[in-house]
């Protein structure tokens, strides 16, 4: 009777044993498909900060060279037409030279570098001025206003806002694959050169490159307004009194 007891005691050790070794298992699984999740989840949310990083350099080199083009276009007096292929020929230049310089300071040669970048930018910024240029003809007389003119920034600040959502999701999907500013994120954690030409490079943040394209835009928007109010405004001198 007592070996029973002691059998069936064992029987009891054994299973239970086995019971906490399964729930020990589980809890490891669970920790580890939490950790996963945690992984992939961080994983997701630099990708955002990358591509959203290289939609902004995108943008500030498109916004300085569209606005250049224009500002040119209508000193020298060319034709509406003209002026658009200048300031999308000068969006592409500027674009292209924001995503040089962090690659020129880190030591890349000057050819090697704009090899990467023209591989690395041009579906970006092309996606921008598709979009931009497509935005600012739906919105009436913002094609035909002037820089002094409260509809070209006010249309410029749309297009330029669309343009950027427009052409995050292009660069998030060339970072997944390996393409696009993938190329060039390599050369960006690299200690910068300070010999020669290069220690002069100067290196923008994110949030520097989004600061200039808002401050470059209300300036010109402030600009706009206040011509809109000056010449509103007649002076009481100049108002002739009716002839009698």
Same mark, same amino acid.
């Given at each position: ?22 729930e020990?298992h589980?809890g ?13 989840a ?32 209508t000193?020298?007096? /060319? =034709? @509406? ?6 300031? &999308? %020929? +000068?969006?592409?230049? *500027?674009?292209?030279? /924001? =995503? @040089? ?6 030591? &890349? %040669? +000057?050819?090697?570098? *704009?090899?990467?970048?023209l ?12 979009v ?13 206003a ?9 249309g410029?600040?749309i ?14 999907y ?36 989004a ?26 001198e ?7």
């Amino acid at each position: 009777m007592s070996s029973h007891d002691e059998h069936v005691h064992a029987g009891h050790d054994h299973a239970e044993h086995q019971h906490a070794m399964h729930e020990g298992h589980q809890g490891h699984g669970d920790h580890a498909e939490h950790a996963g999740h945690s992984e992939h989840a961080g994983h997701g949310g630099g990708m955002n900060a990358m591509a959203a990083s290289a939609t902004l350099h995108c943008l500030t080199g498109c916004a300085i060279g569209e606005i250049a083009g224009l500002m040119i276009g209508t000193a020298v007096g /060319l =034709s @509406t037409g003209w002026t658009i292929v200048l300031a &999308v %020929a +000068l969006a592409f230049v *500027f674009g292209y030279t /924001l =995503s @040089t310089l962090p690659l020129l300071k880190s030591g &890349v %040669a +000057l050819g090697a570098a *704009f090899s990467v970048v023209l591989a690395a930018d041009t579906l970006s910024i092309a996606t921008m001025e598709v979009v931009d240029n497509l935005v600012m003809a739906v919105i009436p007389g913002a094609m035909e206003a002037g820089l002094v003119n409260v509809v070209f920034w006010v249309g410029m600040m749309i297009s330029l806002a669309v343009a950027f959502v427009a052409a995050f999701p292009v660069n998030r999907y060339l970072l997944e694959r390996g393409k696009g500013h993938a190329l060039t994120h390599q050369y960006h954690g690299a200690e910068p050169v300070q010999e020669g030409v290069r220690r002069l490079i100067p290196a923008f943040s994110s949030g520097a490159l989004a600061a200039v394209i808002i401050a470059f835009v209300l300036g010109g928007l402030s600009v706009a307004i206040a011509d809109e109010m000056g010449g509103s405004s007649v002076p009481a001198e100049s108002i002739e009194s009716p002839q009698r």
